[in-house]
């Protein structure tokens, strides 16, 4: 079996699907030599890559020389612009392209100087060895400084095509020119084949293909001869190049279908011809590479066909990139009017021009101003009949009714999944339909939406990414930040001396100490104020004492039910004022809750001196208040404390006399007989009683830790027995009001300093002192009760 290579050493072609033979209409240009016409007075130079991957080397005002470049880049994909006539740049601005849309693109204008003035670069034709010897990298730049682009229509940057990723080893010279109308590539290969044959020579020179085919239709039989004597003359190997006649057949010089002629291989749908080891050029842009390469001449003007019945004198031009087109239609003599089409490109893949002061471009390879001859009437779109004759023409072997379709109701994305990126936009499909229906229009469209969908996705992504990146640049400043902080704190750490280490640590503790304070519960306001007053004060402790005593007295009026046993014994009192807890805020005190304190206080100094006594301790008071019974619970809980007082303090070493034991005695015999009657109480008495009780634990303990300090000084011994004097005082009084009975309690009026002796026994007349109150109280009341 013959090898691909040897087919095509035969001469064999394989034939591709579809395709149409409309009438070719190539007589009027093909047989004229290529000529020029009179240069414009201002050239209109698109710059449409401006910011992207260029910048522009001119500014208004500068003066350009033929061939100049009119931007710069370092960008692998950009592709120079160039001045296409000597001038002065007049204007940067935006003016409508060369392009179906009209949109207007950023252009040069240069005004002409008509002098012809060229760049120095320009120099006299380099020899084959001198070319040959040049490596590939300089013949792709020289390429590149060109500004060479595919010339065949898509204007794709050849110097990008021609540094392939994979090897090439079938290389296919284009010269089949298989549109109606269009005839420049005919004439270039007829004048200058011999230039053509030096830029294929350096394609070769690059790429090293293992067989080259320069491909044209049989409808050219003056351009086959020529090259075919061409090739005789040029350095290729006779063996590897051969130019190879195709059979006449619309859409024939696409890419992928000529490479389906030659080798009978299609192309895969998203791929490339270089994937298949095969590269296509066009024959302009063969000569374009010879001119780079061997003259240094950047591409600033190529072949174009004027055509058409409106043009007076159709033929091949040279024209320069950049002419205004209304100047060509002026220059060739047309004879339309403003309602006239114009067409860039041929009839079927070209597009109406819808301004003609656009300029001419790289890729405009043909002008065709048709007349109404020529031309069919418009016609209106008609439902489609399907009748499949667009299936059976399409090259590319696509579905177009389902494509008309989905186009046709903007679901694109349906319309991609039957392979519409694949379409060429011959205009097949359009040509034969018999609804008249643009279909190859349905498909732009369609394909613009899909380009312009893509490439917001793609500026979304960009966008995420610039996100993501700030963040990260943000998180790694942050931590540096940190990490600096601490470097410097440490280097301070490290040359602080011992002293500044303490100070340091000192105002760490004050912090934390004021933020645990801040934390726990707050501080009413009588006791706030006791903390802060001064050392020196007299009366500090007393101050806190009150302040406790009226919360607990708050706290303990607020409860309905009996006071529990814990709530009994678990009162505490700071033992100075830098040591008291925090209490909640009081509210101003009634006259029975100042009665409770001062009785509470009373009780205090007599539990202070009873030593003796063989009474249960501080639980049998919780037990005695938390048991039910008829007589009065706080007498009881009093009696109880008191006991306990006693015991602690004999079990301390310290003993009473037998006169201060019979007081204690009969102190608590008065008490026992008024508990007995105390269940008559109202229920103020005897919430007061409850409150009583609960101070009375406090001020005890109080008392106790004053004992066994022993340091207490005669300054605050004096502010003490002047604080009972006045609660004494206040206590008389309000048991006088209570009772309606007058009663006087005597305090001690002593207000020198007294001894721990004489301290205990005025503790002990004040207790006595409170029982004869209550018992006055008491038959006071029976006495009324009589009486009603």
């Given at each position: ?544 004492a009150a302040a406790i005593a009226r919360a607990k007295a708050k706290k303990a009026a607020a409860q309905q039910a009996e006071p529990s046993t814990q709530e009994a014994t678990q009162e505490t009192t700071p033992a100075a004022p830098q040591a008291a807890e925090p209490t909640e805020q009081a509210k101003p005190l009634t006259q029975a809750d100042k009665v409770a304190a001062a009785i509470a206080r009373a009780k205090a100094k007599k539990a202070a001196k009873q030593n003796n006594a063989q009474t249960p301790d501080e639980d049998e008071a919780a037990n005695i208040a938390a048991s039910p019974g008829t007589e009065s619970k706080q007498d009881k809980i009093a009696a109880a404390i008191a006991r306990a007082k006693a015991k602690k303090a004999a079990q301390q070493g310290k003993t009473l006399d037998a006169t201060e034991e019979h007081k204690i005695e009969k102190e608590a015999e008065s008490q026992r007989m008024a508990s007995q009657d105390q269940s008559s109480l109202n229920a103020a008495q005897e919430k007061q009683a409850k409150i009583a009780a609960a101070i009375a634990k406090a001020k005890a303990k109080k008392a106790a830790k004053q004992q066994d300090a022993g340091d207490l000084s005669a300054t605050t011994r004096d502010n003490e027995q002047a604080g009972d004097k006045k609660k004494a005082g206040e206590a008389e009084s309000s048991v006088e009001a209570a009772s309606d009975t007058p009663v006087t309690v005597q305090a001690p009026d002593n207000t020198k300093s007294l001894s721990a ?32």
């Amino acid at each position: 079996m013959l090898t691909l290579f040897e087919r095509i050493d035969k001469g064999t072609l394989w034939p591709i699907p579809g395709g149409i033979h409309p009438a070719e209409c190539k007589s009027s240009s093909a047989h004229a030599a290529i000529k020029h016409l009179p240069l414009a007075d201002r050239y209109l130079v698109p710059v449409p890559h401006v910011g992207d991957n260029c910048t522009l080397a001119v500014q208004v005002g500068s003066k350009v020389d033929k061939g100049q470049r009119l931007t710069e880049g370092d960008n692998f994909r950009h592709l120079p612009v160039h001045a296409p006539v000597s001038g002065t740049v007049i204007a940067i601005e935006s003016h409508a392209s060369n392009h179906a849309s009209g949109l207007p693109v950023l252009s040069c204008v240069i005004e002409n100087d008509h002098q012809e003035r060229w760049i120095d670069t320009l120099h006299e034709p380099l020899s084959r060895e001198a070319v040959q010897a040049l490596s590939t990298q300089t013949v792709l730049d020289k390429i590149q400084d060109a500004g060479i682009a595919g010339l065949g229509g898509a204007a794709f940057p050849t110097h990008i095509k021609l540094n392939p990723v994979s090897e090439i080893e079938l290389l296919v010279i284009n010269g089949v020119e298989c549109e109606p109308y269009i005839t420049s590539d005919d004439r270039l290969m007829q004048e200058h084949s011999d230039e053509i044959f030096r830029g294929i020579e350096i394609i070769q020179q690059l790429l090293s293909p293992k067989r080259i085919i320069i491909a044209i239709e049989d409808n050219k039989p003056q351009a086959l001869e020529r090259m075919r004597h061409a090739l005789n003359r040029s350095a290729l190997p006779a063996d590897t190049v051969r130019v190879t006649s195709i059979p006449t057949l619309y859409p024939s010089g696409g890419e992928k279908q000529l490479i389906q002629i030659l080798t009978g291989q299609e192309v895969p749908s998203g791929a490339i011809p270089a994937n298949l080891g095969i590269l296509v050029q066009n024959v302009a842009t063969a000569f374009s590479i010879e001119q780079a390469v061997y003259c240094n001449r950047p591409l600033i003007e190529r072949v174009v066909t004027l055509t058409g019945n409106h043009i007076a004198k159709p033929g091949n031009y040279w024209l320069p990139i950049g002419t205004p087109v209304e100047h060509l239609l002026a220059q060739a003599g047309f004879s339309g009017n403003e309602k006239s089409p114009v067409i860039i490109g041929g009839p079927m893949m070209g597009y109406m021009l819808p301004d003609r002061a656009a300029p001419l471009l790289k890729g405009t390879n043909c002008i065709l101003a048709p007349n109404s001859e020529e031309m069919a009437p418009e016609s209106v779109e008609k439902p489609c009949i399907r009748c499949a004759e667009c299936a059976q023409v399409c090259p590319a072997q696509l579905l177009p009714q389902q494509l008309f379709w989905h186009a046709k109701a903007e679901e694109y994305d349906k319309a991609a999944s039957y392979n519409l990126r694949d379409c060429i936009e011959c205009g097949c499909c359009s040509y034969v339909c018999p609804s008249d229906i643009p279909l190859v229009e349905y498909y732009r469209i369609a394909k613009s939406a899909l380009r312009e969908e893509a490439l917001e996705k793609k500026q979304a992504e960009l966008a995420k990414q610039r996100f993501d990146s700030r963040t990260l640049r943000l998180e790694e400043e942050k931590r540096a930040r940190e990490e600096k902080a601490k470097q410097a704190a440490q280097k301070r750490q490290a040359a602080m001396s011992g002293n500044d280490k303490d100070a340091v640590a000192a105002a760490m503790a004050r912090i934390k100490a004021k933020k645990a304070l801040q934390a726990e519960t707050p501080v009413d306001n009588a006791t706030e104020q006791a903390v802060k007053a001064p050392a020196g004060v007299a009366n500090q402790q007393d101050k806190v004492a009150a302040a406790i005593a009226r919360a607990k007295a708050k706290k303990a009026a607020a409860q309905q039910a009996e006071p529990s046993t814990q709530e009994a014994t678990q009162e505490t009192t700071p033992a100075a004022p830098q040591a008291a807890e925090p209490t909640e805020q009081a509210k101003p005190l009634t006259q029975a809750d100042k009665v409770a304190a001062a009785i509470a206080r009373a009780k205090a100094k007599k539990a202070a001196k009873q030593n003796n006594a063989q009474t249960p301790d501080e639980d049998e008071a919780a037990n005695i208040a938390a048991s039910p019974g008829t007589e009065s619970k706080q007498d009881k809980i009093a009696a109880a404390i008191a006991r306990a007082k006693a015991k602690k303090a004999a079990q301390q070493g310290k003993t009473l006399d037998a006169t201060e034991e019979h007081k204690i005695e009969k102190e608590a015999e008065s008490q026992r007989m008024a508990s007995q009657d105390q269940s008559s109480l109202n229920a103020a008495q005897e919430k007061q009683a409850k409150i009583a009780a609960a101070i009375a634990k406090a001020k005890a303990k109080k008392a106790a830790k004053q004992q066994d300090a022993g340091d207490l000084s005669a300054t605050t011994r004096d502010n003490e027995q002047a604080g009972d004097k006045k609660k004494a005082g206040e206590a008389e009084s309000s048991v006088e009001a209570a009772s309606d009975t007058p009663v006087t309690v005597q305090a001690p009026d002593n207000t020198k300093s007294l001894s721990a002796e004489e301290l205990k026994k005025q503790r002990i007349a004040a207790a006595v002192a409170k029982a004869k109150a209550k018992k006055q109280a008491k038959a006071a009341e029976q006495t009324e009760q009589k009486d009603h």
